[in-house]
């Protein structure tokens, strides 16, 4: 069976205000980008709405799901994409009634390969490991090797996502390893050189 080429999924930073949907705007302008996803943190729903609406806009005109983080009620008042949860938001099956047959479910399971079996029988659709490399956009507990990725690609058909710290310079073994989507945040909207030119190194990167 071939497989599907990895892909880019970015992860937003906390701060979405201000010129953030042009910043994503060019991301999505350079480069393929399978996924996005609003993860912001301690704002009420209506604020987290009003700040998340023209970005969800951004991400259907260029044809990019739309994932909200750990939020299923968010998820559902948007009509979003999907949902990704931590292992404390709940029960992926709940939020697949929730959010109906259609939404993007994603589960992230750390290092834990028991974590990773678990979501795929509750119907995730798909699972995320790490972090594999230090990381300043959250505090990193737990720490992944990319072994994890070759032996869920040899036992499992369920996409995974390989998170944390990962650069277009670091993301080849993770590649290699069989990730097939690489989450990134901060390498892309903390470039210096602006995110359009990071998703463009992602990009070449990818392609092999």
Avoid at 124 to 141: C, H, M, N
């Amino acid at each position: 069976m071939t497989r599907t080429p990895c892909q880019l999924y970015l992860v937003s930073p906390l701060d979405v205000g201000g010129n953030f949907p042009d910043r994503l705007t060019a991301a999505l302008d350079a480069g393929p980008v399978a996924a996005f996803q609003f993860r912001v943190k301690g704002l009420d729903q209506h604020e987290a709405a009003r700040l998340a609406e023209p970005l969800q806009a951004i991400c259907a005109a260029h044809d990019v799901a739309f994932i909200v983080n750990d939020d299923v009620a968010l998820a559902k008042r948007l009509g979003a994409d999907g949902v990704h949860m931590g292992q404390d938001d709940g029960d992926p099956r709940e939020a697949r009634r929730e959010l109906g047959p259609n939404a993007q479910i994603g589960v992230t399971c750390h290092a834990s390969r028991h974590f990773a079996m678990e979501a795929g029988e509750a119907g995730a659709d798909y699972v995320a490991f790490g972090a594999f490399f230090p990381t300043a956009t959250k505090t990193v507990e737990h720490h992944a090797e990319p072994e994890i990725l070759e032996w869920w690609q040899g036992m499992f058909e369920l996409p995974c996502v390989a998170i944390g710290g990962i650069t277009p310079d670091n993301g080849g073994e993770l590649v290699e390893a069989g990730a097939d989507f690489l989450a990134v945040s901060g390498a892309v909207w903390n470039d210096p050189e602006g995110p359009a030119a990071a998703v463009k190194r992602f990009e070449k990167l990818l392609a092999g």
